[in-house]
């Protein structure tokens, strides 16, 4: 562990080879305190130390008081529903509500703590992620001051308090991932460098135990370890307790169940595109560089933050009015500082790239937060840069990358869809915001609708607003809001005989920003629920809903009509054929179109008598019901007449069912889908017309038209990247 140290001079504040250098590295660092040469008359640079650290506390605490009020969000009540009466063990033990990593010290242990002594406050889970962000900001400080000396530190500290890559992790309870990896990574550096190896161990698996984003902190420790003419593998020895942190967090994963769900939703990886964009976005995080779609080049719209802004540059300022500058500190400075100085920004630089590179798998998805500990090695660099610069260039940069996080802080519009170029953020302050909005509305009009569910209810939600992420799993939110364990929701698409347990069933649409219940008929709402997910192409939650609808009203024709269509659409033929029969339509002689039928049918709707075409339709169709035009041909008769009839729907469908290739069948259907309000699908079957229909399609002006009108109609940021159409 020693190897080396005795041989070459070590080039940071304090030598570590051993426990019997402490006393050396006590002096090592009072004697330097911040690198600051003290001329007569000077301040103290351990005043600097403790007031410039003060002030940039100060500012992120202002920064981030408005973060406060914000409530829970998407993860939140997942993890909040798993530690919920259980003890801690019992938590640890339950199965991961996400089932895709292995989180346990920011996931159980942190929700259990603050959850049971809060009594499951959003305002505790604020508090406590802001006070881990201090945390953050202090070890920050420490580290840098011990690498570059007390003006780069401040510097450093400033910036990264000001940044908004933490403006996220703040405002979200599941922040805390994120926030304690980013605090146990640089207290692992940090104790590493200052000789305290097994400490650095330890607090590197509490950080991987985190988040996993931090696993190549090792890496970064070992870099600014390393000493001048010392052998890398005599460096790399001393990092033993921390390649040991990381070996133990791999054996535990790879035991635990939760890495057997894939992370496929969340890890997709682009050969070309991923590692570009995951450096352009590094680069866009550290200026505030987010923009609406369209409108880049538009100065900030919001005014910078000027009183955080004025504590951080205060305590920056305080460093130029204490003396001048020195990368190093003092046992560095009997060297040559442009190589401790170029030793530092090396450091900086290998931790900006590990730091970047985890975010590369989720480049698709990316959004600021990700590059939270990217931005602890921009600080250093920036530290050690601006040292050098004069007081006014580094406030004036300092306030600058400030108003830049600032005016990305406040965008009012996130990234969309699975795209690495997306100008925004997927997830920011716009995104939570709007989703607490849309969140508290939706549960207003739910507890008018019913203030208390009986319990072993399960409720289905339909319509809901894209990213809001109110229904999540099978009803986390709802217990929370209810405090009732035994009640759970799931989407309307998901209706099947496993979610219809036993017990009563309620059925709500969203309508804007409001919850509106389904009751209508108890003999008809199985089959309302099951037409809406036949227009949705859900067609299985839609069997199981008429399954329920004919076990309630045994021979029921046109819920037996519906399923024998719905069965066809899954491709069960053998299932279809007897609901047909039983629903009065023939099995047997399914011959074709009559020659001139469909001439004579819109003869008879010319001469003024639709009534008498859509009865002589429907005839065809019980005499042919796998006759594919005759269902077309009197789908658009029951159009013309009603566009929102349930049969014109059905009908339309048995088409499209029927000649699946036929590219007006999906023009037709995407129409349909229109009117009841399934845009995404409606989008979705466009191009399905547009793919099939050649050129015949590629020149239907007005089906673009539709196509595009649709797409103009969904608001910025409000569409499910999941289903979004391409």
Same mark, same amino acid.
């Given at each position: ?539 299985? %939650? +839609? ?5 329920? =609808?004919? &076990?309630?009203? /045994?021979? @029921?024709?046109? $819920?037996?009509?519906?399923? *024998? ?46 009534? %008498? +075409? ?5 005839? =065809?169709? &019980?005499?042919? /019901?796998? @006759?594919?035009? $005759?269902?077309?041909?009197? *789908? ?91």
């Amino acid at each position: 562990m020693a190897g080396g140290r005795g041989k070459s001079p070590r080039r940071h504040a304090a030598p570590v080879a051993s426990r019997g250098d402490s006393g050396v590295a006590a002096r090592g660092v009072g004697a330097a305190a911040s690198g600051i040469e003290r001329p007569g008359g000077s301040l103290d640079s351990g005043l600097v130390a403790w007031l410039g650290l003060g002030l940039i506390l100060a500012a992120t605490v202002i920064l981030y008081i408005p973060a406060l009020g914000t409530q829970f969000f998407a993860d939140d009540f997942l993890f909040l529903d798993q530690v919920r009466g259980r003890s801690l063990w019992e938590s640890l033990r339950a199965p991961d509500p996400l089932s895709n990593f292995f989180r346990p010290v920011s996931r159980q242990l942190y929700f259990w703590a603050v959850a049971g002594l809060t009594h499951e406050s959003p305002v505790a889970f604020r508090i406590g992620n802001l006070i881990t962000l201090l945390v953050c900001v202090v070890l920050l400080h420490r580290l840098v001051r011990r690498l570059a000396g007390e003006r780069a530190a401040l510097i450093g500290a400033a910036f990264f308090a000001l940044n908004y890559a933490a403006d996220v992790p703040v405002r979200w309870a599941c922040g805390s991932q994120e926030l304690l990896a980013v605090a146990g990574a640089l207290a692992a550096i940090l104790l590493h460098v200052s000789g305290r190896r097994v400490a650095a161990g330890v607090a590197m698996l509490f950080a991987a135990l985190s988040k996993e984003v931090v696993l190549l902190t090792p890496l970064i420790a070992i870099v600014a370890d390393h000493a001048p003419n010392e052998r890398w593998s005599t460096t790399a020895r001393r990092a033993w307790p921390l390649a040991g942190a990381v070996l133990v967090w791999g054996a535990v994963f790879l035991s635990m169940p939760h890495r057997r769900a894939a992370q496929a939703t969340e890890v997709e990886f682009d050969l070309v595109r991923s590692p570009i964009s995951a450096v352009v976005h590094l680069l866009q995080v550290v200026g505030g560089i987010e923009w609406r779609i369209g409108g880049f080049g538009a100065l900030p719209r919001a005014v910078p933050p000027f009183v955080p802004l004025a504590a951080a540059v205060g305590a920056v300022a305080l460093a130029w009015n204490a003396g001048s500058a020195s990368c190093a500190p003092a046992e560095s400075r009997r060297r040559n500082a442009q190589a401790q100085r170029a030793h530092v920004l090396r450091t900086g630089a290998v931790w900006i790239l590990l730091a970047t590179a985890p975010v590369i798998a989720v480049a698709l998805l990316w959004s600021a937060y990700y590059y939270l500990f990217a931005m602890c090695g921009v600080a250093l660099v920036l530290g050690v840069l601006l040292a050098r610069a004069r007081a006014w260039v580094t406030c004036a940069v300092l306030a600058v990358l400030a108003w830049g996080s600032t005016s990305a802080r406040d965008l009012d519009e996130f990234g969309v869809g699975r795209d690495p170029w997306t100008p925004a953020s997927h997830i920011n302050r716009a995104y939570i915001e709007r989703s607490n909005r849309v969140t508290a509305r939706y549960l207003a009009s739910l507890h008018r609708a019913v203030p208390k569910f009986p319990p072993g209810s399960t409720v289905f939600f339909g319509g809901l607003m894209g990213n809001v992420a109110f229904q999540r799993a099978d009803g986390p939110l709802l217990r929370w809001a209810y405090r009732d364990s035994s009640l759970k929701s799931h989407y309307l698409t998901a209706f099947s005989s496993e979610t219809a347990q036993p017990g009563p069933l309620y059925f709500f649409v969203g309508s804007g920003d409001t919850l509106s219940q389904q009751v209508g008929s108890s003999d008809k709402i199985y089959q309302w629920v099951a037409f809406g997910m036949i227009v949705s192409d859900q067609a299985k %939650g +839609a069997r199981d809903a008429l399954d329920v =609808a004919l &076990r309630r009203v /045994p021979g @029921d024709r046109e $819920a037996a009509y519906w399923i *024998a269509w719905v069965n066809l659409g899954l491709g069960d033929r053998a299932a279809a054929m007897p609901y047909l029969a039983a629903a009065g339509y023939a099995t047997a002689g399914l011959g074709g179109t009559p020659p001139g039928e469909r001439e004579a049918v819109l003869a008879q709707v010319a001469a003024g008598d639709t009534a %008498g +075409a859509v009865a002589r339709m429907r005839d =065809a169709t &019980r005499a042919r /019901p796998l @006759d594919a035009s $005759a269902h077309a041909l009197l *789908a658009d008769l029951l159009l013309i007449r009603d566009h929102q009839d349930p049969d014109a729907a059905i009908e339309a469908y048995a088409a499209r069912v029927l000649t699946p290739e036929e590219p007006y069948g999906w023009r037709r259907w995407a129409m349909i889908q229109a009117s009841t309000d399934r845009t995404l699908e409606a989008l979705s079957s466009f191009n399905r017309y547009f793919k099939l229909g050649g050129q015949t399609a590629a020149a239907d002006t007005e089906a673009h038209q539709y196509a595009d009108a649709i797409r103009n109609s969904i608001p910025r940021g409000s569409v499910d990247p999941e289903v979004m159409p391409e």
